[in-house]
């Protein structure tokens, strides 16, 4: 498909924050033509649907400033840094978020939740085998933690009440493997 690759000219920094990196490219197009992109630099993160034993998710309700709505989400953060092991950093947002640590863990695959401007990549993990202790949010992060039946939530996501999209496609998997 190299036919259809954009090949970066010049590329200007705008804007570097603490989750995320602003730049400004300058491409050529596979017709010569160029054009600019405005990409969105991210480290990267990681998304957990952990399911109790009776086939209940641990879920969290979340108020998002972006959208100023509170939503339901699974667990998930971004990486500490670019070489951190996904599953480690999985592992660790559960146990923050939510208190609970899983003895059995699948890869449930990646996805780019906005690939035409961002090249955030999430990696997706299914927890079972979970024990409950405390949980240790982070000084800017207030949760509300509920357990929901994983069917209920499938039919949630298909009837368009979860708007958050790692949570839309983990929940589905989720459902796929184990419904």
Same mark, same amino acid.
């Given at each position: 498909?190299?036919?259809?690759?954009?090949?970066?000219?010049?590329?200007?920094?705008?804007?570097?924050?603490?989750?995320?990196?602003?730049?400004?490219?300058?491409?050529?197009?596979?017709?010569?033509?160029? =054009?600019?992109?405005?990409?969105?630099r991210h480290?990267?993160?990681?998304?957990?649907?952990?399911?109790?034993?009776?086939?209940?998710?641990?879920?969290?309700?979340?108020?998002?400033?972006?959208?100023?709505?509170?939503?339901?989400?699974?667990?998930?953060?971004?990486?500490?840094?670019?070489?951190?092991d996904?599953l480690? =950093?999985?592992?660790?947002?559960?146990?923050?978020?939510?208190?609970?640590?899983?003895?059995?863990?699948q890869?449930?695959?990646?996805?780019?939740?906005?690939?035409?401007?961002?090249?955030?990549?999430?990696?997706?993990y299914?927890?079972?085998?979970?024990?409950?202790?405390?949980?240790?949010?982070?000084?800017d992060?207030?949760?509300?933690?509920?357990?929901?039946?994983?069917?209920?939530?499938?039919?949630?996501?298909?009837?368009?009440?979860?708007?958050?999209?790692?949570?839309?496609? =983990?929940?589905?998997?989720?459902?796929?493997?184990?419904?």
């Amino acid at each position: 498909m190299s036919e259809l690759k954009e090949i970066k000219n010049v590329s200007e920094d705008i804007f570097k924050g603490k989750i995320l990196h602003l730049q400004l490219d300058m491409v050529e197009l596979p017709n010569g033509h160029l =054009a600019h992109r405005e990409v969105i630099r991210h480290i990267g993160a990681v998304c957990v649907i952990p399911v109790t034993d009776d086939g209940k998710v641990i879920m969290e309700r979340q108020y998002r400033y972006p959208i100023d709505e509170v939503i339901w989400e699974i667990p998930a953060g971004k990486l500490d840094r670019p070489d951190e092991d996904p599953l480690e =950093a999985a592992k660790r947002e559960l146990r923050e978020e939510t208190g609970y640590s899983a003895d059995d863990w699948q890869e449930l695959g990646t996805f780019y939740p906005a690939a035409a401007y961002c090249d955030e990549k999430i990696h997706m993990y299914l927890a079972r085998g979970l024990r409950s202790g405390e949980s240790h949010p982070d000084d800017d992060e207030f949760l509300e933690v509920s357990l929901v039946p994983l069917k209920e939530l499938a039919e949630k996501v298909m009837a368009g009440e979860i708007p958050d999209a790692k949570t839309q496609v =983990a929940v589905l998997k989720a459902a796929k493997l184990l419904m």
